[in-house]
């Protein structure tokens, strides 16, 4: 299972809250190439580990990509590419 820290939980709920209607709307980490993730919103699934920040659901986290990521936190930081979701250990 991955950790989400504060400051990251509170960037999700703010990219969400910039939608019109988000509602059952939470942002999923998601992974189409090896090694890169993005994260875009979506309905969450069923086997999804969801991760709820002041009463939304702020992060999607399918079980495959959980399980693979188990240990890591999600962390929003200043990097030298400016301000960026970043995966640590």
């Given at each position: 299972?991955?950790?989400?820290?504060?400051?990251?939980?509170?960037?999700?709920?703010?990219?969400?809250?910039?939608?019109?209607d988000?509602?059952?709307?939470?942002?999923?980490?998601?992974?189409?190439?090896?090694?890169?993730?993005?994260?875009?919103?979506?309905?969450?699934r069923?086997?999804?580990?969801?991760?709820?920040?002041?009463?939304?659901?702020v992060?999607?986290?399918?079980?495959?990509?959980s399980?693979?990521?188990?240990?890591?936190?999600?962390?929003?930081?200043?990097?030298?590419?400016?301000?960026?979701?970043i995966?640590?250990?």
């Amino acid at each position: 299972m991955i950790a989400v820290t504060e400051r990251a939980k509170e960037e999700l709920k703010n990219r969400l809250s910039h939608g019109t209607d988000v509602s059952g709307l939470g942002v999923r980490l998601s992974s189409n190439t090896p090694g890169k993730f993005e994260l875009v919103a979506d309905q969450p699934r069923d086997e999804d580990q969801v991760v709820e920040h002041e009463g939304l659901s702020v992060l999607l986290v399918e079980k495959q990509i959980s399980d693979m990521l188990d240990g890591a936190t999600l962390d929003y930081r200043q990097t030298d590419a400016g301000l960026r979701f970043i995966i640590c250990d």
